[in-house]
């Protein structure tokens, strides 16, 4: 168990819908990532908060959007599903931005259908 | 893009030892050198890090080229419960954990 709680665990809705999903970062974590790994891809960066402010942005899309809140937790927002958005959804947590390692949640999978 | 190549597969016997090569030839002074896991679908899991002297922990060592370029990845004892990708990620100070394809270890029985 590496700390990280991520709710729902699976997640299936249509085209067109709006999902949000829900990291809990281990107890004084502040750092918050966020990945996707679909079926042929490996898993992609998509954005890291630090206690609360957008430190930096990957290949996320403009349909997505995330936010961390003053609890530490944080949510990924995916709207306007396509099909091709099934995927894994993992967090992880880190202590800061210093060098020491991040923890990794089991992750969400979503299936659109 | 990742900072590192890895061979994309290995094979080990179980109860040898996995040696786990990894190429970063760009690294800069600050960055660390990371090691991940996945197994299956399951969330990555954390192995070991280190900056430049060798390290060792209860799941695994990492040994360092003296001059940074490459590492390897040590699991004494392999188990076929070892048998997952292996990432090797390098990173510096507020920079993201950036996954390459990393090598898919069997542990074959």
């Known amino acids: 168990d590496s700390g990280v709680t991520q709710t729902p665990k699976h997640l299936i809705t249509a085209t067109g819908q709006r999902v949000t999903l829900r990291c809990s970062p281990r107890s004084g974590d502040l750092s918050v990532y966020w990945y996707q790994q679909s079926l042929d891809q490996g898993l992609q960066f998509l954005i890291h908060y630090y206690n609360g402010e957008e430190r930096a942005k990957g290949n996320i899309l403009e349909r997505f959007s995330a936010q961390q809140f003053p609890d530490l937790h944080s949510e990924l927002n995916l709207s306007s599903l396509e099909l091709g958005d099934s995927a894994l959804y993992f967090c992880?947590?880190?202590?800061?931005?210093?060098?020491?390692?991040?923890?990794f949640g089991q992750g969400t999978r979503l299936t659109v259908v | 893009d990742a900072k590192t190549t890895q061979p994309p597969s290995m094979d080990c016997a179980e109860g040898r030892a996995a040696n786990l090569p990894c190429n970063h030839s760009?690294?800069?002074?600050?960055?660390?050198v990371y090691w991940y896991r996945q197994i299956h679908s399951q969330g990555p899991q954390y192995i070991i890090h280190?900056?430049?002297n060798n390290e060792t922990n209860e799941m695994a060592s990492l040994i360092i080229t003296e001059d940074r370029k490459s590492s390897t990845l040590i699991l004494p004892h392999a188990t076929l419960r070892d048998t997952a990708v292996y990432y090797c990620?390098?990173?510096?100070?507020?920079?993201?954990?950036?996954f390459g394809p990393g090598t898919r270890l069997s542990v074959l029985p």
């Open positions: 992880a947590s880190s202590v800061g931005q210093e060098n020491t390692e991040a923890f």
């Open positions: 990620i390098v990173k510096g100070y507020g920079q993201n954990f950036v």
């Open positions: 280190g900056l430049k």
């Open positions: 760009t690294i800069s002074g600050n960055e660390y």
